[in-house]
């Protein structure tokens, strides 16, 4: 029942940028984990980025520095800003929701994601 669907992939050299986009229907989007995952052939997939219910967020240490992870609840709209891109960020990337869960000491904990768009791909050429 709910749809995530995402949009911006493409292709870009080293060094550009690009926006990913995912839309979410059927829930209240704001009071759930949302994520960033990307998979690239032969690999396991790969949590990119991580924002909580509570709007902290988390990176893998790959795109440290180089993606941000960002929310607008009042469009319903996920983003990824990916700058500074390597070849080794080609991969599937897919958008992804699920429940916040009561962490350690108060954290929020985002590790089960349910519901899953259908993918847009990102192609860096060097």
């Known amino acids: 029942q709910v749809q995530l669907v995402e949009s911006g992939g493409g292709s870009a050299q080293a060094g550009g940028s690009l926006r990913l986009s995912c839309t979410v229907s059927?829930?209240?989007?704001?009071?759930?984990?949302m994520g960033w995952f990307r998979q690239a052939p032969g690999k396991e997939r790969e949590e990119v980025a991580v924002?909580?219910?509570?709007?902290?967020?988390s990176y893998a240490d790959s795109v440290k520095g180089r993606f941000t992870i960002s929310q607008d609840n009042a469009k319903n709209t996920l983003y990824l800003q990916m700058n500074s891109l390597v070849s080794e960020d080609t991969a599937m990337y897919y958008c992804?929701?699920?429940?916040?869960?009561?962490?350690?000491?108060?954290?929020?904990?985002?590790?089960?994601?349910?519901?899953w768009g259908q993918g847009t791909q990102v192609t860096v050429s060097s």
């Open positions: 992804a929701a699920g429940p916040p869960r009561p962490g350690t000491m108060g954290w929020i904990r985002c590790d089960i994601f349910a519901h």
């Open positions: 059927r829930y209240t989007y704001s009071t759930y984990c």
């Open positions: 924002i909580d219910s509570g709007g902290s967020t």
